[in-house]
């Protein structure tokens, strides 16, 4: 992942270095251009002026000879010699070895072939010059064109870097307040004003958004202590009056039997509305407090706890390392009681409990003898087990306490045995 202000100069950048790369072989061709084009006119000058000096000889015949011979000598690849006809200038490109020049190395000439007339007799003329200086001409300037972008590049980077914090800064700013806000503080994040309109409009709907959040949320917490208090005292004033009428010792043992059906029942009623309160809770981050706790200490306590529970059976707790986690620690003590109690409560009263600790993950594990409906599993109400069939709410109870903490829960039936494994981050 990058940032939105990278994304930006990254297609800049790239954009400039194509644009660099297709300039040099621009340049090359139109200052070679331009230089053969100079070289030309030079050529031509040179030419003229020769012609002009050679036409004034005209009169002398041997001083005209003798000026020829001494030019073709000085420079025996611009040759002054008779031809048949005057023709039209022309000019040629040619690379040859320069018999002059020390590295032994092959140069590149601009030609131009003219003609003149001299004593009714029709001379060509040669003028050549080197044009092997363009290439050299042409390297310096693509090195400062590079040395300049380099420079134009680094500055824009640091430029857009200083100009975008500055822009940008109410956009963190309002990031910030929006990672710290809490439903649990109840109060409303305070944007200050800003002059840039799409960040003000930003604020404003942030702001409206969390008022509508916190007073639903304020509603629903509302509710669930509501709910939690006025169905907990009618359950619990049926349950007192069904344990007053069971001891009535008037009642017949069929009377009784129903009273005790309806008892578990009403029993079971007020387990789930605890349950779904809890869940209730959790979804409402009404449990936010942290520490830092030891998962093998807080597991010898729970096991304690469940010292009438398991009693009948074996138990085998290893703890193959330390483990530290950051949670609720209510929460945390919930997660592991409704854990064992699912893997106690479904192993016969002969079969082997196993409860392995990791540095990174808790394994709760019981002999079973048919593999649950992963589809079903965690979810609120569903049947898992055609052998027990059901419903209950405590390992969603657990998958809602994993997902709070960022934990991962997982179920597993291999060899006729269940493993519940709840893998977290090591504190």
């Not at 509508?212 to 949320?217: A, H, R, V």
């Not at 009428?245 to 017949?252: E, W």
Request: with cysteine.
């Amino acid at each position: 992942m990058i940032k939105l202000l990278d994304k930006p100069l990254r297609a800049f950048t790239t954009y400039s270095m194509i644009v660099l790369l297709c300039s040099i072989p621009v340049y090359f061709i139109i200052i070679d251009l331009i230089w053969v084009h100079e070289i030309n006119e030079h050529n031509q000058l040179v030419a003229e002026a020769t012609k002009k000096n050679l036409v004034r000889l005209n009169s002398d015949q041997t001083q005209l000879l003798a000026a020829i011979s001494l030019w073709n000598t000085l420079q025996p690849e611009t040759k002054i010699q008779p031809v048949r006809a005057l023709k039209n200038d022309s000019t040629y490109n040619v690379y040859r070895k320069d018999n002059y020049n020390a590295d032994g190395g092959y140069d590149r000439f601009q030609g131009l072939v003219t003609y003149v007339e001299i004593n009714r007799q029709p001379y060509s003329l040669i003028v050549e010059a080197n044009v092997e200086e363009s290439y050299e001409t042409i390297i310096a300037i693509t090195a400062i064109t590079i040395l300049f972008f380099i420079i134009l590049l680094v500055g824009f980077i640091k430029l857009n870097k200083n100009i975008s914090k500055r822009l940008w800064a109410p956009f963190y700013h309002t990031l910030q307040q929006i990672k710290a806000f809490n439903l649990s503080d109840d109060q409303v994040v305070q944007f200050a004003p800003n002059t840039i309109i799409e960040f003000q409009e930003l604020n404003d709907s942030i702001a409206r958004l969390m008022e509508g959040n916190l007073s639903t949320f304020k509603r629903q917490k509302e509710f669930t202590e509501n709910a939690s208090h006025e169905l907990q005292t009618p359950l619990a004033i049926v349950q007192s009056k069904l344990d007053l009428l069971i001891q009535d010792d008037s009642i017949t043992a069929d009377q009784s039997r129903l009273i005790e059906e309806t008892n578990n029942a009403l029993s079971r009623v007020s387990r789930i509305n605890k349950n779904l309160l809890l869940l209730a809770k959790i979804e409402n981050q009404q449990f936010l407090a942290k520490q830092s706790i030891n998962m093998s200490l807080k597991l010898s306590v729970m096991l304690e706890l469940l010292t009438n529970l398991i009693e009948t059976r074996e138990i085998a707790f290893q703890v193959h390392a330390e483990c530290q986690v950051e949670a609720n620690s209510t929460l945390t003590e919930i997660m592991l009681t409704n854990l064992l109690m699912n893997a106690i409560r479904y192993t016969c009263n002969d079969a082997k409990l196993d409860i392995s600790l990791f540095s990174d993950k808790l394994v709760v594990s019981n002999a079973g003898t048919y593999s649950l409906e992963e589809q079903k599993l965690f979810l609120r109400f569903g049947s898992t087990s055609v052998q027990t069939p059901g419903s209950g709410l405590g390992l969603s109870i657990v998958k809602e306490i994993c997902d709070r903490h960022g934990w991962i829960v997982s179920y597993n039936f291999t060899e006729r045995t269940h493993s519940f494994t709840i893998t977290f981050n090591s504190a």
